[in-house]
Structures are given as structure tokens and as C-alpha cells.
């Protein structure tokens, strides 16, 4: 039998399984947290730093996702100060890429432009990079523009975990990292790659696309995955 963990979430005294994150604990409560590189299925990376929450006793607001729960842990999910940085991860993901919703694939489907709208992100305060990325179309079916890519690598595990392709990953660092194929090549030359599209269904902007759409024509389903994962474990 698994131990348990007893803390507590805005104000609300929770239990845990030992092992469990802040982030399934919340969530197990109906605790909302709000997630970008996270979905259910894949393992975590603590890339956005979106769900940061505070935790007594420690100065440094914590990635609730990659955080396990622990015995009389004190968490806040909500307060100025994590509600100031959220708003600021999300302009900075703006600033840095080239986030034009009116003309993109998935406006009205995408987990970056409804994150703004939860927060109230009405404008950018930092200066726009305006950076010249790639769009990579030489695949036969899907594209990827690097302009909207945040690299929250969702794309990269699903291939990896859920495929087993091991087509894509991320190279160089900072602000100039970005999603390359097998070793660096175009993807349309990348032979791992099986075209599944799992990658396309993740991915939670407009960088990752089939090839024909037009504005505001795709939608993901991501739901997949879960589908997928307790396949999986059956099999086991
Ligand atoms: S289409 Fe499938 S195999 Fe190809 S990169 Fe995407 S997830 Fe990987
Ligand atoms: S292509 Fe999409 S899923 Fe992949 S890292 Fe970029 S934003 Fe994330
Ligand atoms: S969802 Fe936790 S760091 Fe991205």
C-alpha cells in the first residue's frame, strides 16, 4: 500500500500518495494550476515554469509539476506576487517568438493565446524580438514554423515515450534554442520520423501543423495520450 502525504493547498488540507506532485495533488482536488509544458502522459520537464507556486518556507517560488508533495508542506497556488510572474513568463513567450494570432493555424486552439486571455495579458511590456526563425515544410504532410515554437518540448517527448521515434529534440541554448530533426537535418529528411502526427496533436501553439490549413482551422487532441498511456500499462 502506498503512504500518503498530508499538506496543504490554499488553505484546503489535502492527502497525497508519497511520490505524488503538487501539480496531481491540486489537481486531484480540483485545485486549478495553470500548465504549459505539462500533459498528462508525459514526463515532466519543468520548462515554462507557468505553475510555479509558493511553498512556506522556501523563498523561491517552486515548479508545482516537477515539486513532490511532502508531509505538512504549506503550498499557495495563487497570489500577487506568482500571479506578477506568470504574466511575465507569458509576455516574455510572446516577445521572444513571432505570436501573430489573427493569421495563425490554431487561433481560438491554442493553450499560449488562452493562457494570456487567463491571465489578462492585454499587452507586452517587453520589447518584440521580431526574430527571423525558419519554417521548416519539408516534410510531406506537416510543417514546422520555429516562430511560434516557446520549446516546451512537449513535441519531443511524445516522439521519444509515446512513438518511440526519437526523431526530434532541442539544440543550442537560450533564446537560440530550437526543435531539430535526427542530426540536425530538414524534417522531410529525417528517416526516423513515421509521420504518426502525434507531435502535431501536442504541440500547445500554432508551430506544428499539417500542411493545407488556413487560419483557425486546426485543433488539437491531445486527449489522445491518455488513451494511449493506459494501453500501454496493460500491456505491461
Ligand atoms: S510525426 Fe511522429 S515520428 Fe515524426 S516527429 Fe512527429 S511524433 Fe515523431
Ligand atoms: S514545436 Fe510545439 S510542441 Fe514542440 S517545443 Fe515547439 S511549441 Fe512545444
Ligand atoms: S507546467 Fe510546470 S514548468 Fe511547465
Known sequence: MSEIRTLTIDGEMISAPAGATVLDAAREHGIRIPTLCHLDGLSDTGACRLCLVEIEGNNRLQPA?????????VVRSSSPRIE?????????LFAEGNHVCAVCVVNGHCDLQ??????GMDHVRFDYLHPQREVDSSHDRFV??????????RCVRVCDEIEGAQTLDIAGRGVASWIVSDLEERWGEARSCTSCGKCLLVCPTGSLFEKGLRHADSSRKAD????M???TRRQK
Not at 488562452?114 to 491571465?119: F, I, P, Q, R, T
Not at 514546422?144 to 518540448?153: F, K, S, T
Not at 489522445?224 to 488513451?227: A, E, G, H, P, S
Open 224 to 227: 489522445f495520450l491518455r488513451y
Open 84 to 92: 506578477k510572474y506568470r504574466r511575465m513568463i507569458l509576455e516574455l
Open 144 to 153: 514546422l514554423d520555429h516562430n511560434r515554437c516557446i520549446l516546451c518540448a
Open 65 to 73: 509539476c516537477v515539486t513532490r508533495v511532502e508531509e505538512q508542506m
Open 229 to 231: 498511456v493506459n494501453v
Open 114 to 119: 488562452d493562457l494570456a486571455y487567463d491571465v
